[in-house]
């Protein structure tokens, strides 16, 4: 139980162009939603966090214009990179958090690699 | 404030030799406490966790952590080490009282040399 997808695995762009990435909470119901950014060789760092029907909050430093997060239903949020320049490219992971006992952990997705051209 | 130190940033060691991996913490109150593993261009994968009772515990690929309060530590351990066990390693701690946000450490690369 517990899984998180996301969609796509890997998608390259060129600049100035918007890209979106799903996360989707496939066997449980995600109340809030997290979405990191990874670059190679580094820790993971919080982006935002986005509660159900509610706007994100997003971490000191991220721009809330750049990248948009929608998180319209318990099961699917998504983060939009809106005009993609290549210091974009990076690998961006989701996870989801639950209910009840679940809400102490947060399940990962498999990550993203974006690349920006 | 909360933060996560793991003070390796690399380690190595013989396929067959024991590892243990350090994780510091600064939090507040009781902390939920997890070790995750990454492998290259690979998402997160829980090892093991801690939320309370029995300080030692067991998770997957026969690994386990110690929580010791008096010292903020929970140290990722295995007798044994694999060639397969290479990868990066990650400590977090869970902060409750902001929304479920985790607090991730820098890492430690795990290299496994035959």
């Known amino acids: 139980g517990a899984v998180v997808s996301q969609h796509p695995s890997r998608v390259i762009c060129k600049s100035g162009t918007s890209v979106k990435i799903e996360c989707r909470s496939l066997d449980f119901q995600a109340t809030t939603m997290f979405w990191y950014r990874q670059f190679p060789k580094q820790s993971l760092m919080l982006m935002a966090t986005s509660n159900e029907g509610s706007k994100a909050t997003y971490e000191q430093g991220v721009e809330k214009d750049k990248f948009l997060i929608n998180h319209a239903s318990l099961t699917l949020s998504t983060l939009t990179v809106t005009s993609a320049h290549p210091e974009d490219s990076s690998f961006y992971i989701c996870s989801a958090s639950g209910t009840g006992s679940g809400t102490k952990e947060q399940y990962f997705g498999p990550g993203t690699r974006l690349t920006v051209t | 404030a909360q933060s996560v130190t793991q003070p390796d940033i690399h380690i190595t060691v013989s396929e067959g030799a024991s590892l243990e991996l350090r994780c510091n913490y600064s939090y507040g109150a009781t902390p939920y406490l997890f070790w995750y593993v990454q492998s290259p261009g690979q998402g997160l994968q829980l090892l093991l966790k801690?939320?309370?009772?029995?300080?030692l515990v067991q998770g997957i690929k026969g690994f386990e952590a110690e929580f010791k309060r008096s010292q903020s530590s929970f140290n990722l351990r295995k007798p044994s080490v694999h060639w397969s066990d290479a990868a990066e390693y990650f400590c977090a701690v869970g902060a409750m009282g902001t929304g479920n946000q985790f607090y991730f450490g820098t890492g430690t690369s795990l290299t496994v040399i035959p």
């Open positions: 801690y939320f309370s009772g029995d300080t």
